[in-house]
């Protein structure tokens, strides 16, 4: 299973990133004010990741392909990489249901 870990970004604000079992970063959050915020994110994303529907996958303009997860209002909560197929981000996005559910979290802005 994999975990989440909370960073502090150069500017103070909190994000967070999801990390497969193997360390890869699969998912990549908002930024933040407070840490009460991003921890709402996280749980977001535990509650909404199983769901295929909540997985938004574009093209970008070269050609990569990227997604977003997305609550039930529709609102981003975290986004992927860069993949140079759609069966990369396929991938990607499986990934993430399988892992987002984690309780893991590692508190790194302290």
């Known amino acids: 299973m994999g975990s989440y870990e909370l960073k ?3 500017n103070d604000q909190i994000y967070f990133v999801l990390k497969a079992a193997n360390g890869e970063v699969i998912l990549k959050s908002e930024m933040y004010t407070t840490k009460a ?3 709402n994110g996280i749980k977001s994303v ?3 990741s199983p769901n295929a529907e909540q997985y938004e996958l574009k093209e970008a303009a070269n050609g990569q392909f990227h997604f977003n ?3 039930k209002n529709h609102q981003v909560i ?3 990489e860069m993949y140079k197929s759609k069966s990369g981000a396929d991938n990607g996005i499986k990934s993430v249901q399988k892992n987002g559910p984690s309780d893991k979290i590692k508190d790194l802005t302290i």
Do not use: F, I, V
Request: without cysteine.
């Open 8 to 10: 502090k970004a150069k």
């Open 46 to 48: 535990q509650t909404n």
């Open 69 to 71: 997860l997305k609550a």
């Open 78 to 80: 975290g986004s992927s």
């Open 37 to 39: 915020a991003a921890n």
